[in-house]
């Protein structure tokens, strides 16, 4: 008989599983998983020998396997490539934040959204990422903490893939990781990432978890950002930010706006004074990313001029942009620098 894997199980699914054990063993057994960084039952110290060698028989807990573990050298990223029973794997990155540890993970295996500045879709999309195994991308980092006696503080969703269109899957992971046996994680201190997909926004709304959106714009007009963003041509700009309004005036929650600065396609004056324009007046963040290397595209790192001459012009124009501080691009685990399968292909 195969042996079955309890992580990823909701503590309801977990008392079903192990319905011949008194109810607290479910509880007790769900925190040692999810809170307390088990990865077998021989860690489960205050379990009886004779229950731990009982329940190995039948099964095991398996977050994700690690494959492949880089540091940069500051000391601050550490992106992890985690694979699943499949063979399937994903890359995780660790940033060593000034106010606290977020973890950035992936939702689906590749992205079949095709943006041109991103190394994530260059396979296409192989498969959706399932809840448990969303969670074990964060907990497996929060176990790797938990050994240097910290914790994840925040989640990003921006990773390998689209999360919503993910969407089930991704929802079911966000309400397991908020439930007080997992990590109880505040909807607050997660941001989901999204190339625009309209009509899931919306679906977003309706879920009433007011977690941070982040929406992908990197483009001012339409004919531009259909240039570089496939999916402009089901949702348009306008589309976009008019869903961002209804996130922000349902949610209360400031929306994000990613702009990655591409050298002589984005960043020009001109650009930023149409950006200006169309978020006006609107409960916005803007954050601007300097493109990150990827070797098969062939956009150009913009000025540290431009850059600067293009923060200060949406500062000065009434719109609150930041720079994005850069983390691990010298490991490929920045934004758009992520890939599904292997650290050799890099
Ligand atoms: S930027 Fe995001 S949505 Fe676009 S291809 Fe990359 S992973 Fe997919």
Request: one cysteine or more; proline letters at 3%.
């Amino acid at each position: 008989m195969s042996k079955k894997n309890l992580f990823g199980l909701t503590l309801s699914e977990l008392e079903t599983e192990l319905s011949d054990l008194p109810k607290f063993r479910a509880k007790q057994i769900a925190a040692w998983i999810y809170q307390r960084g088990a990865e077998s039952f021989d860690e489960m110290t205050d379990l009886s020998k004779n229950l731990r060698e009982k329940l190995s028989e039948k099964y095991f807990v398996q977050t994700a396997r690690l494959v492949t573990q880089l540091d940069s050298s500051d000391g601050l990223t550490t992106k992890f490539l985690l694979a699943f029973s499949d063979g399937a794997a994903v890359e995780t990155v660790l940033m060593r934040h000034d106010y606290g540890n977020s973890v950035c993970i992936s939702t689906q295996v590749g992205c079949a959204m095709g943006c041109k500045f991103c190394a994530s879709t260059l396979k296409g999309l192989e498969r959706d990422l399932k809840p448990a195994e969303m969670l074990g991308e964060i907990i497996f980092v929060n176990n790797f903490l938990l050994k240097q006696n910290q914790k994840v503080d925040n989640l990003v969703i921006m990773g390998t893939g689209e999360p919503l269109m993910n969407f089930d899957n991704l929802i079911k992971f966000l309400r397991l990781l908020h439930e007080n046996y997992t990590l109880g994680m505040s909807y607050r201190k997660i941001t989901v990432s999204t190339c625009g997909i309209v009509p899931a926004i919306k679906k977003l709304i309706a879920e009433k978890i007011p977690v941070t959106l982040s929406i992908s714009l990197h483009a001012p007009n339409n004919k531009l950002r259909s240039a570089i963003m496939p999916i402009n041509s089901a949702f348009s700009i306008e589309q976009v930010i008019k869903a961002g309004d209804e996130y922000a005036e349902e949610t209360g929650r400031r929306v994000t706006y990613e702009y990655t600065l591409l050298g002589g396609v984005n960043d020009t004056e001109e650009h930023a004074r149409q950006l200006s324009k169309i978020l006006s007046g609107k409960s916005a963040n803007v954050n601007l990313i300097p493109v990150n290397p990827v070797d098969e595209r062939n956009f150009q790192r913009p000025t540290n001029n431009s850059v600067k001459k293009f923060f200060h012009f949406l500062n000065t124009h009434g719109i609150n942009a930041v720079i994005r501080k850069e983390f691990g691009t010298e490991i490929n685990a920045a934004c758009g620098q992520l890939r599904n399968k292997n650290f050799s292909i890099d």
